[in-house]
């Protein structure tokens, strides 16, 4: 079986640009992935984070769907501990009723954001304790619904969306595995977990109506370019970014410099390191053979790529060479 290729959306703002300019590129962008024979494009939720325009994530999908033909679209993922049940049923529901069997419901149980922020969200402070319970709340509410319910998602009831556990850690893989539901490994951020997680989902794993057999989708960076020294260099964005991440500054998506002239300290760089550890960095040879390690160790299902690039064409030129490395992998 061969893998499949996804993307996952940040909705990263370029600086002294707008979200409006990040929104129309994101369209673009999507565009070619659908034309490209990718699988999902997912968009990500965060909240005051000046850099990031993916947090009212819903109204992105929509967007996303309404300019796109065959892409599933759908979320990396709707945070869970900042919304009710009901609202993310209807909300999806409702994305269902208009673009049918092509969205996506993923759910993670982080807030996407810090404390402060968490409470002006209006959620209570134990919400995450509650996740998997609330995750079946949604499910429920997403089924054909019974004579006497009194609860009901409309529009959502009898949509079905598929629902997808996101995680970064073993909690994660363990609640998609008791749920029989398929599972979106944060690889792109939490990589020292990976080959636990992946290891704990595929041992626990037990079939459900959703689901015969374990799925996993493994989120991991790439940066292409013709050669590798080119790469490296276009990566530098990707490096300024998660600096800033680490010290609590804005997440502007800044042109990239020579990597000797990054401006971080030898803790920072080796944190930046850590964190991207999954990287694919270099040219089509370089990712395709990162790539088919990969596939080959963990017999991933699915990878799902960031490409924080500042060069708004070579995200575009990237789909291209990705799509050509999809045909070779096993």
């Known amino acids: 079986m061969s893998v499949e290729f996804s993307l996952l959306e940040l909705a990263s703002v370029r600086v002294n640009e707008t979200p409006c300019d990040t929104f129309n590129h994101a369209v673009a962008y999507a565009k070619a992935a659908d034309a490209l ?27 996303i769907a309404g300019n796109t033909q065959r892409l599933r679209v759908g979320s990396g993922g709707i945070m869970l501990p900042n919304h009710s049940p009901l609202i993310v049923a209807e909300q999806f529901g409702t994305l269902a009723s208009l673009y049918g069997d092509r969205i996506d419901l993923g759910l ?26 609330e995750v079946q709340v949604i499910q ?14 409309v529009p959502g009831e009898g949509t079905q969306v598929p629902i997808w556990i996101l995680g970064s850690s073993l909690y994660s893989a363990g609640l998609a595995a008791q749920l029989g539901l398929p ?62 991440l680490f010290r609590g500054e ?35 040879l370089q990712i395709l053979d990162g790539l088919q390690q990969l596939r ?15 060069d708004r064409d070579l995200r575009i030129q ?12 096993r």
């Not at 699988?39 to 009212?56: P, T, V, Y």
């Not at 160790?297 to 500042?310: H, K, N």
């Open 37 to 63: 024979g990718f699988k999902r494009f997912w968009l990500a939720e965060h909240h005051n984070m000046q850099g990031i325009a993916s947090s009212a994530t819903a109204v992105l999908i929509g967007h």
């Open 140 to 153: 429920q509410l997403l089924q054909p619904s019974q004579p006497q319910q009194r609860l009901r998602a």
């Open 108 to 133: 993670g149980r982080a807030p996407g954001t810090d404390p402060v922020t968490s409470r002006a969200l209006k959620r209570d402070d134990s919400a995450a304790e509650n996740f998997a319970q």
């Open 250 to 284: 804005p997440l502007w998506l800044c042109p990239p410099v020579q990597p000797e002239e990054l401006n971080w300290s030898a803790g920072e760089k080796h944190n930046v390191e850590e964190f991207l550890a999954l990287a694919q960095v270099g040219d089509e």
């Open 296 to 310: 080959d160790e963990l017999a991933i299902d699915e990878f799902m790529f960031t490409i924080d690039v500042y």
């Open 183 to 244: 599972y979106s490994f944060a690889g792109h951020f939490a990589p020292a977990y990976m080959r636990a997680a992946l290891k704990r989902y595929r041992a626990e794993f037990r079939p459900s109506a959703h689901l015969e057999k374990p799925y996993f989708i493994l989120g991991l960076p790439v940066v292409w370019s013709e050669t590798e020294a080119q790469a490296m260099f276009n990566a530098t964005t990707s490096f300024q970014r998660i600096t800033a």
């Open 318 to 329: 990237t789909l291209e060479t990705l799509a050509r490395i999809k045909e070779h992998l």
